[in-house]
Nanobody
């Protein structure tokens, strides 16, 4: 089993920045570097939404359109940690942010963190 713990959420004014971290622990028999890591978010009354993901091998990244140019995902395999740098935050970015891990052999994310709240005030 892999446990994911997010941190770094908080309250910030519009235009500000936050950096989320997600630390992985435990063991699934596969190295952390083999997992595709993703960030999702869920705003009140809305469905969970994909935000970004990163592959380990070539560090290729994917972003949902609404965060392109403002958010940057990165990972440190030695620390088993994935980050989400969020700049130019907007009130509509307010949500609970979740970290998730997916094996390259899976079609869905296998492991999820408990989430961290991000609130952007106008």
């Amino acid at each position: 089993q892999v446990q994911l713990v997010e941190s770094g959420g908080g309250l910030v004014q519009a235009g500000g920045s936050l950096r989320l971290s997600c630390a992985a622990s435990g063991s699934s028999g596969r190295p952390f570097s083999s997992y595709i890591m993703g960030w999702f978010r869920q705003a009140p009354g809305k469905e969970r939404q994909f935000v970004s993901s990163i592959v380990s091998g070539d560090a290729s990244t994917v972003y949902t359109d609404s965060v392109k140019g403002r958010f940057t995902i990165s990972r440190d395999n030695a620390k088993r940690t994935v980050y989400l740098q969020m700049n130019s935050l907007k009130p509509e970015d307010t949500a609970v942010y979740y970290c998730a891990a997916r094996s390259i052999f899976s079609t869905a994310y296998d492991y999820w963190g408990q989430g961290t709240q991000v609130t952007v005030s106008s």
